[in-house]
């Protein structure tokens, strides 16, 4: 269940991604649903899990970018693993945390990516300063808003599910 | 799993793809794993992308039916230009076709080309790519694309109808240029700074380049033919102790392409392929 939970969330990721960039061509330089979707996936603390997450999506990423292949799934793997690392370390409970977490993995990521980059090609574009901090406060506000809205469905079903309960036993 | 071991995966992880990146940096090639990649998110591509184009299409029929005769006699009155056109054209080739046989020139082949969709386009982050869905028949690596306006760059990776494009405006492309004018020779490359703009570099300082100077593909890179339109020149500037430094705006309006043309272009003649078989120019 979980396993279809997670394939859902990647994909829906990829739908967010596509109808974004065609609604606004500059989408993807403000935000990363990609990797919001690791990180969420990496605050559950599975470290191992994250990481796996975390290469995978990225490498999907990697198709839809231009450069060398795997510079994503590179970075998104070290992301997934340091999220989950961090979520077994600190308690993560307010959705400021969480703002703060996705950005900070957004940050992250795109420094790792901008250090192969320059390690790996002869005389590579880079990344403006300005959009690489838009897009990791982009991100974080993403990833409070689904944070806050996950939240929100998982109580309004477990008061649904009490609810439920309840009137079966008085029956 | 205990974290020791984690980690362990961690850097097997990490180191694989550290080697595999060294690998394909070497081979200058695409990767299984990214045709897989393209062959899953090509189809979610193509079906988000056909919606709007869907919406437009029907908008533009609406607003066809309401000056349908004007538009006819707007597209007579341009076919009988054309034909005029073409007339002069046809006139000026058997007029090359003449002096070329006079010194023996072989003129180069034309090819053909073929209308594609474009599914998906990033050109404004720094890592710009376009996807393309090509049907039935799969594109050629080093495939030329192009719009009607110019050169949009060629096919890098194919995963059956699938295909993923190096745009001209990214760093590492490099295409062959021509000043229309001077017929002076240099490389086209991306600008950088995520600006989507061009670069021509190698023109040395004493050749004449001036602002609006139109810059054509010089048929000299190995994969796109001589002639077609790569920008024009905006900005000139004595950049280093040899070279000049020029700044091109693309032919192309990046924003604007819903579908290209790839080229059926073979850059390289046969006799040398066989002798070449890895294909790289």
Sequence with gaps: ?171 | MDERRTVWVLIVVLVGQLVFLAVQGARGGHTRAETVGLRLLGPLARTVAAIPRGFSDARQDMKLRGGLQEENRRLRREVEELRLHLLRLSDVEGEMRRLGEAVRYGTPPAGRIRSVDVVYVDYASWLRTLVLYTGDAPARKNQPVLSPDGLVGRVFAVAGPYSKVQLITDRAAGVGGMILRTHRQGVVRGGGRGSGALVLDYVPLQTDVRVGDQVLTAGIDGVYPRGIPVGTVVKVEGGGQLFHKVELAPAVDFGALDQVYLLDYDAVPPKLKENNPSGHP
């Design chain 1, 1 to 171: 269940m979980a396993t279809l939970k997670l394939l859902a969330a990647i994909a829906l990721a990829a739908l967010v991604h596509f109808v974004g960039m065609q609604l606004w061509p500059g989408f993807a330089r403000v935000v990363d649903v990609f990797l919001v979707v690791v990180v969420l996936h990496g605050l559950q603390g599975s470290s191992l899990s994250a990481l796996l997450v975390g290469l995978v999506v990225g490498l999907l990423q990697d198709t839809l970018t231009g450069g060398p292949f795997g510079l994503f799934g590179f970075a998104d793997t070290i992301v997934g693993y340091v999220t989950a690392r961090l979520a077994q370390r600190l308690v993560i409970q307010r959705p400021t945390g969480v703002l703060a977490v996705v950005s900070f993995a957004s940050a992250l990521q795109q420094a790792i990516v901008v250090g192969l980059v320059l390690v790996l090609l002869p005389s590579p574009e880079l990344p403006s300063p300005v959009w690489v901090a838009v897009r990791a406060g982009t991100c974080g506000l993403l990833g409070l808003a689904i944070y806050v809205a996950l939240g929100n469905w998982r109580r309004s079903s477990e008061a649904r599910r009490r609810g439920r309960m309840n009137r079966l036993r008085m029956n």
